[in-house]
């Protein structure tokens, strides 16, 4: 790859050469706005449209998800966990959150609980990472489990 070809994909990717050295441009973000990026995850659940839902994972991200002990790998797999899981109209409900924050990156993690159509209830623990890509925020890594300790 030529020179010029290499300082452009560097410029899509988000970094600034300098001077032979380079510096990535952070997007600006806080707490609010990545607390957000859980509620509009949950607004697409409600939607009950699986393909909403995995729209919100890049590509290369993991969904390890709270009722199935697989790993999903891919947007298909993905979706076709949220095929099943939406059939039950989940509603997730924030209880303690950590959120930290980085350079084009943030991580939500804490405890939620799923109310489902049916009354019943599912307490987990939660971990969301996401990655700035240009454009808008996505969800890189998912990790959910049930608590293995109920009240």
């Known amino acids: ?18 001077a032979g050295a380079y510096t ?40 390890l998800p709270t009722l199935s002990n697989t790993p999903r790998l891919t947007q298909a797999t993905r979706r076709d966990y949220f095929v ?12 303690t959150r950590l959120i930290q924050i980085g350079c084009n990156s943030a991580v939500d993690a804490g405890t939620y609980t799923f109310t489902f159509a049916d009354g019943k209830q599912v307490a987990a623990r939660y971990t969301y990472t996401y990655r700035w890509d240009g454009t808008r925020w996505l969800i890189s890594s998912h990790h959910s489990s049930a608590m293995p300790e109920l009240k």
């Open 24 to 63: 990535e441009n952070c997007k600006t973000t806080d707490e609010r706005e990545i607390a957000s990026l859980f509620d509009g995850w949950n607004a697409a659940l409600a939607t009950g449209n699986p393909t909403e839902v995995t729209a919100r994972y890049a590509d290369d991200s993991i969904l």
């Open 1 to 18: 790859m030529n020179l010029a070809r290499t300082l452009a994909a560097i410029a899509i990717s988000g970094l600034a050469v300098q």
């Open 84 to 95: 099943q899981f939406l059939q039950s109209k989940p509603r997730g409900t924030i209880d």
